[in-house]
């Protein structure tokens, strides 16, 4: 998307690796993103959808999140 905008992890391209450019929440739960290697800078990419859950590839590991959460991770 370029010049500032960003998307939603929630709205990203299934199976296309994106950088994390921001996580909007409260810090307890940016901590815990954090501890699952979401973090600023990292490459996530989407691996499937499910029963409004994402499952993420996300530093070598498979993890998965709800959709409410990815809409707070912005790439």
Do not use: H, W
């Not at 994390?20 to 954090?34: M, T």
């Not at 691996?47 to 990815?70: C, H, Q």
């Amino acid at each position: 998307m370029g010049g500032g905008a960003y998307m939603p992890l929630a709205m990203a391209q299934r199976g296309k690796v994106e950088t994390i450019k921001k996580i909007n929440d409260k810090d307890e739960v940016k901590r815990f993103l954090e501890s699952l290697g979401f973090v600023v800078g990292s490459e996530v990419m989407v691996v499937s959808e499910l029963s409004g859950n994402m499952i993420v590839n996300i530093k070598d590991s498979r993890v998965a999140i709800s959709k409410a959460m990815a809409t707070r991770i912005f790439v």
